[in-house]
């Protein structure tokens, strides 16, 4: 009897804990439910952490064969967030244009209207005909009585530098043209012009010496008989140059690198919140838990901005070619093609800051350490002959690098994409969004 009594006490505390079991398992199941429901709509319940480490998107299982259907939608919903605001959308298509015109009208002109301070003690005639011969445009005559006054005037900012004749410079060059057998060394240096620079500024300094040497070689020319012209001609002669014009300005250097920044420097803009904001958003938790794949999620949104940029990359190139005379000896669809390639390696780029980044400032200084160092060596503002060794070796591998060649090569040399800089820049700028794309699906799956 005593047994049959445990028994009988002991099977009751089994059943129990059995039945205590199922229901624990089913409260189990139904809050496991509920969290995946409130998964689904974030915005009612702000918790998404239980369903986010359930799931976690798999790079090798969800970055491959993404679906058109859905990624065709996730396009459209980017679509409708940049059409949202009409004013912001259109300053986004025209802002390259914006800066490509600003870049146009402000750099790579001769400077102008440059105060020269002239100091003239010549007692013949010679230094006022060279003085008619500069360019009045470029260089302000301003005349001081006295060597010490003039170069005051230049420490004291109100002149670039002075022009100094000596007493005796006519007569000086007079015999040392006609008579180089009796020119001693003070004959040579009466003749010649003194130049006292401010050299702060390199190029108003080299623009002023240019100036002055034409207006030079024109006075010989004038004095010349019209048959012994030839006789002012320089011991070099420039043939017509096989790229370029003979007279090349620094716009047309710098233009090519320019466009090829500005498109490089958007393209980043356009990506690098694109995840932070969507993940701020609870947009990114719903997408994972209806199952969206990254590959879906890096293309859906890839895709919009491809078409934004090829509006860019069309008007910012209306606006300086047309206007503005930019050299485009080859053909454009060739630069579009290289500006399109190197504008997604950009976008790519931003998405890897995006998914990178923990809120916006976060992401703002990333895309913003990325650019810069891109733009100061990739040759675009100066030769990469001109850099150190070492940067020059991490120079050649920037994709800015190569794109800004390759469209100096194709605007101004008029190079297609047969040869070998403009091919291999393309190459080099879509091996880029391939690395980038890499490191964007890697990141994803930390950001839920």
Known sequence: EEEEEEEYQILPEEDSSDEHAVSHTEDDDHRVDVYANTEATPLLSGQSKAASTQWQPSFFGDLALPSLWVTLALAWKASVRIRRNYPFLLFHFLLP???VILFCLAIGRDPAHLPM????????????????QLDSHTIQQHVYPTLAEGTQAVRRGKAWGVYHFGANYTADTYIRVTNASAATPDIVRGSQIEMYMDMSNQQVALVIQSKTSAALLSLVQSLLPPEDLYLAELPIRLMPPIYGDADPQFTDFVAPGIMSSIVFSQSIGMTALAFVIERKEGIIDRQWSMGVRVSETILGFTLVQIVVL???????????LVPFNLPHVGDVAVAILVMMVLGTSGMCLGLLVSTASKDETQAVQLALGTFFPALLLSGIMWPLQAIPEVLYYVAIILPTTWAAEAMRSVLVRGWSLADQ????????CFAWCLVYLLGAGLQIKKIS
């Open 97 to 99: 244009s914006i800066q």
């Open 117 to 132: 301070a002239v100091v003239n003690e010549d007692t013949g005639g010679l230094a006022t005909l060279f003085l008619q």
């Open 310 to 320: 090829l509006g860019q990359i069309g008007l910012m190139l209306l606006f300086s």
């Open 421 to 428: 800089t403009v091919w291999a820049a393309v190459l080099i």
